[in-house]
């Protein structure tokens, strides 16, 4: 009985894990690809294997040195208590997202996300934050509330960071599937190819240099600036 209740213990933090990081949250994630909707228009995304790709260097080349990173630079100032380190990580974040598109749909993803979870945390840390926010020294970009909440929530880095790279291809995926088109099967299957991808990346983030963050992915950014000029569009990003 002993050892049951030891490895539940370990487990313990995965109900918040696969709440804060569901891919089916109500917080708007599904009316956002990306920049992915200019890339289909384009013809430069148009079947399992150019999907696959993008949503490879999506990982590997942006959120890796942006979003992931911010996740975990938010969740140590948010175990160190530092609200003054959080507010400049958040303009930071602001400041890295050029395309408005993205910019707004990172603004609203964690404000919602903050609403969700406010209400189950008496947190002071986060009472600090949403003062900042309410002040507009923040905005709550969503990388920052996630990594906000997964250090509140006891969740460990490399598992939030792993969840958040999941969540994050579980979207693009959902959005290609949709967009090229492409079969629920081919989805699936570069679901999976990606798991090697997740966890490599993962340990990547957890020993990026900090001069590292936030580098420049210039076409990424051209292409979601584009978006906003599509003659069509069935995503807000």
Not at 57 to 67: F, T
Not at 122 to 143: C, I, R, T, V, W
Not at 160 to 171: E, K, M, Q, R, T
């Amino acid at each position: 009985m002993g050892k049951v209740n030891a490895t539940i213990k370990q487990v313990e933090h995965l109900g918040f894990l696969l709440h804060l990081y569901d891919p089916t949250l109500p917080i708007g994630g599904f009316s956002h690809s990306s920049g992915l909707e200019t890339y289909v228009q384009r013809k430069l995304v148009n079947n399992e294997a150019t999907a696959e790709a993008f949503v490879r260097n999506m990982i590997e080349n942006n959120l890796l040195y942006n979003d992931a990173a911010f996740i975990k630079l938010a969740y140590i100032a948010t175990q160190e208590k530092n609200i003054q380190e959080l507010i400049n990580l958040d303009i930071e974040c602001a400041a890295l997202k050029a395309p408005v598109e993205i910019k707004e749909a990172s603004k609203k993803l964690g404000n919602r996300l903050l609403k969700i979870f406010e209400r189950h945390t008496n947190h002071s840390l986060l009472e600090d934050f949403k003062q900042a926010m309410k002040a507009n020294d923040a905005a709550g970009f969503y990388p920052i509330v996630c990594g906000i909440f997964a250090s509140i929530f006891h969740i460990p880095l490399p598992d939030a960071i792993y969840a958040f790279l999941y969540n994050a291809a579980v979207g693009m995926i959902t959005n290609a599937v949709k967009l090229v088109p492409l079969g629920q099967l081919a989805g699936q299957d570069i679901l999976f190819r990606m798991q090697e991808v997740i966890t490599q990346t993962t340990n990547k983030v957890l020993s990026l240099d900090r001069e590292l963050v936030g580098v420049c992915n210039i076409g990424f950014d051209i292409r979601c600036m584009q978006h906003e000029h599509l003659y069509s569009r069935l995503y807000m990003s």
